[in-house]
């Protein structure tokens, strides 16, 4: 899909002017930015700086109060809900697992946008399950319910009902959250598989090095606000860091990677006394 | 990239416990066995109630009646007396089955029924206040729709958002239950006073002198109704994985729950209008189908033939049973309901901890 940057493909989802609260709470305000088609991109920031609250906006679980988001350049509000599920998927920060549903059970669901209530199955569910659980390696375990796996088992297991739905674009609210650092790696590499097979892939990250060492483009929110957005290596700095983190930290490559690496300095006061 | 750790596969080994699903029965066929096993309860629960004693009409009197002949005396016991109990029993446990279940599975909620939010008490309050301002037998169904809905109107307004959040419903339908029954214990304590015990009897729910007029109007309810939730379940389906995943598969997690709510609301009061404020079966008959299937739901069909089940073979038991004669059978419901309920909790909690 993406060929290149200088040809500059539409964007996956664009947001203007996205107002969005709880309450008398203002979570969102005025947000501009455009999420590029076919690349994966990471929205960084501090802790309640609006990015979840952004992911349910876009999935619209939240309502928009002003503003308006589209999806390949068409309003969402003006397109149903199935229609838009067919094309943009989302995996939430906690979804809940059913009990007493098998692997095979969980990733059928993300058939649903396809079915309706008087067409539960269709030719070509059965093939796009299958190629889901072996993308993410639990084609071994289809028979087992869910609520026996380990965390990253289940990561993987909701991934593969993300991959199901067959969706062109794809968000992910915080997708290593409560995983240890082995699962958080597969986590990211299934990511960057699915931006191979050339999806969009929007994630919630919270760790800075993962973000800048994995995604293609970071986004940095602050209080609501767009930041900065673009490649780690022109975004993350020191001075973003002390702006928008309170962090007084060193950035150094990547050993690895050579992207931006974060390193918070130690205490000066130590040394002062 | 040395520090990757081991492939995915080789870790899932040490999990050495995992066991495979324990079903001896592909889902489909266990849910359409479970279903027939039901349906020949209840049958067999309703063709008793009609069977027994001196009045009892047997099966070929039911035959030739419903060809035309059959002597009088069989076809007014089929038309005015156990017939409409038996069809009223079925149809009214059926309602509520259903009903517990689209209101479960949209607050996730095991402890949420239409009761809960107050419809029966609002019913309650309803009839307690229609026995109060008419003479004689007061058109009972009347009040109790009249407090239902008004209980529900004011859940819906007090909530702020409507029927869209779970926590808030509940908590708003706790406090309206609570004032319709103050109401209710006012009426019957202070105003009633000797003519009290009677209106007891219909103030827990009851299957004595039902015609056939209640018979087709809890008919009509399910004829509506339950096409409509057979339309709602293909969303209802993927409910229980929270809003969010709902709302992301297409589900429209708000949109679903109202119209679950509102299907839920208009069983739960047809129920309500032909057979009084029953408690428990709308609560505790989507908990006997979960623990028996064993599968994820919404069992709409299994949860209303258990409602239907428990229904009848607790009016069978207030005609039968010496120590239950004569109580009306919303005492038995959450007697019979709830053994069985709790004979599944322990056995669920047993095998979760072993």
Redesign the interface.
């Known amino acids: 899909m993406s060929t290149g940057q200088e040809s500059a493909p539409a964007p996956a989802l664009s947001l203007e002017g996205v107002s969005v609260g709880y309450g008398e709470k203002t979570v969102l305000a005025d947000l501009g930015l455009e999420v590029p088609a076919g690349r994966f991109t990471a929205v960084i920031g501090p802790n309640g700086c609006g990015k979840s609250t952004m992911l349910k906006a876009m999935a619209r679980t939240l309502p928009v109060r002003s503003g308006r988001i589209l999806l390949d350049g068409e309003p969402l509000e003006a397109q149903r809900s199935r229609a838009v599920a067919r094309r943009l998927a989302m995996l939430p920060q906690e979804p809940v697992v059913p009990d007493g549903i098998t692997v095979r059970g969980l990733v059928d669901r993300g058939r649903h946008p396809y079915r309706s209530a008087l067409r539960r199955r269709l030719p070509g569910d059965g093939e796009a399950v299958d190629a889901a659980m072996a993308a993410t390696g639990v084609a071994e375990l289809a028979d087992v319910q869910v609520t026996d796996l380990s965390g990253g088992q289940r990561q993987r297991v909701w991934i593969a009902l993300v991959l199901a739905q067959q969706t062109a674009h794809v968000l992910l609210d915080e997708p290593t959250s409560f995983l240890d650092v082995a699962h958080q790696i597969e986590v990211l590499h299934l990511c960057q598989d699915m931006r191979a097979s050339g999806r969009t892939v929007l994630a919630v990250l919270h760790d800075l090095n993962q973000a800048a060492r994995y995604a293609d483009e970071l986004v940095v929110l602050h209080e609501g606000r767009l930041v900065v957005q673009g490649a780690p290596a022109d975004v993350l700095d020191e001075q973003l860091l002390a702006d928008v983190f309170d962090l007084d930290a060193q950035v150094a490559p990547d050993p690895q990677s050579g992207t931006p690496m974060v390193v918070p300095r130690l205490r000066q006061s130590a040394q002062a006394g | ?1 040395s520090t ?6 080789e ?2 080994a040490r ?1 050495s ?5 324990r ?1 001896p029965l592909p889902p489909g066929l266990r849910n359409v066995l479970l279903a027939l096993v039901l349906a020949a309860i209840a049958v067999a629960a309703g063709a008793v109630t009609l069977a027994r004693g001196d009045l009892g009409v047997g099966p070929s009197d039911i035959l030739k009646v419903l060809e035309g002949g059959g002597d009088r005396r069989a076809e007014i016991i089929l038309t005015r007396m156990r017939g409409p109990r038996v069809l009223v029993g079925a149809g009214a446990g059926a309602a509520l089955g259903l009903a517990g279940t689209l209101f479960q599975t949209v607050t ?1 909620n095991p402890l949420g029924s239409p009761d809960v939010i107050g419809l029966g008490a609002g019913a309650g309050a309803g009839i307690a206040l229609v026995s109060l301002v008419s003479d004689g037998p007061a058109p009972t169904w009347m009040g109790a729709l009249a407090g239902s809905a008004i209980a529900i109107g004011l859940v819906h307004a007090a909530t702020g958002r409507g029927f869209a959040s779970p926590s808030r419903l509940i908590i708003a339908g706790i406090g309206v239950a609570a004032m319709a029954l103050a109401l209710t214990q006012y009426v019957v304590a202070v105003v009633l006073r000797d003519a009290g015990s009677q209106l007891a009897g219909q103030l827990v729910g009851s299957l004595n002198s039902r015609s056939m007029q209640h018979a087709a109007m809890i008919g009509i309810v399910l004829l509506v109704c339950a096409p409509l939730a ?5 969303d209802l ?2 409910m ?6 709902a ?7 708000v949109r679903t729950r109202t119209s679950a709510i509102i299907l839920s609301v208009l069983l739960c009061a047809g129920a309500v209008a032909v057979a009084g404020p029953i408690a428990f079966v709308a609560l505790a008959a989507p908990h006997i189908s ?1 623990s028996t ?5 919404p069992h709409l069909l299994v949860s209303a033939l258990v409602g239907a089940v428990i229904l009848l073979v607790s009016d069978l038991a207030v005609q039968a049973v010496p120590l239950l004669d004569g109580l009306p059978v919303g005492v038995t419901t959450a007697g019979f309901g709830g053994v069985y309920l709790g004979i599944l909790l322990i056995g669920t909690w047993r095998r979760n901890s072993a």
């Open positions: 990239m990757v750790p081991a492939p995915p596969a870790r899932d999990r416990e995992l066991r495979p699903t079903a996730r057979g339309l709602l379940r293909h389906t993927v229980d994985m929270g809003d969010e995943m709302d992301a598969l297409g589900a429209g997690a979960r299937l064993r599968l994820p739901g």
